[in-house]
């Protein structure tokens, strides 16, 4: 039987995010977007549904007197990362 795709994941800007965090540890808002070519409010509201379910942890703070807001990946996020992969790896075998 082929699992589910986790529907959290399964969006490409949240996969993009994901991606991303899981080969660098952590970023900010900045490189994000950058990366992603994706508009701020669409991040900004990718990057809460991401941070609600705990995949990511955000701190937001100042870094040369200008907003900074950093991303990081969380250990549920990693366990989750690699679960969708391994469902969708089921998918491509099928």
């Known amino acids: ?3 589910r795709l986790n529907p959290i994941l399964h969006s490409e800007l949240r996969l993009a995010i994901m991606s991303h965090l ?3 540890g952590d970023s900010d808002f900045v490189k ?4 992603t070519e994706a508009a701020s409010g ?9 941070q609600t379910v705990g995949y ?6 100042y870094k040369n007197n ?4 950093k991303v990081s990946i969380t250990s ?3 366990a989750e990362f690699e679960k969708y992969i391994e ?3 089921q998918y491509l075998k099928r």
């Not at 200008?66 to 807001?69: L, R």
């Open 76 to 78: 549920l996020g990693i």
């Open 42 to 50: 669409n991040v900004s509201i990718q990057i809460k549904k991401l």
């Open 56 to 61: 990511i942890s955000v701190t937001k703070g």
């Open 22 to 24: 899981l080969s660098v």
């Open 87 to 89: 469902s969708l790896s």
């Open 66 to 69: 200008y907003h900074h807001t």
């Open 32 to 35: 994000i977007k950058e990366i």
């Open 1 to 3: 039987m082929i699992k």
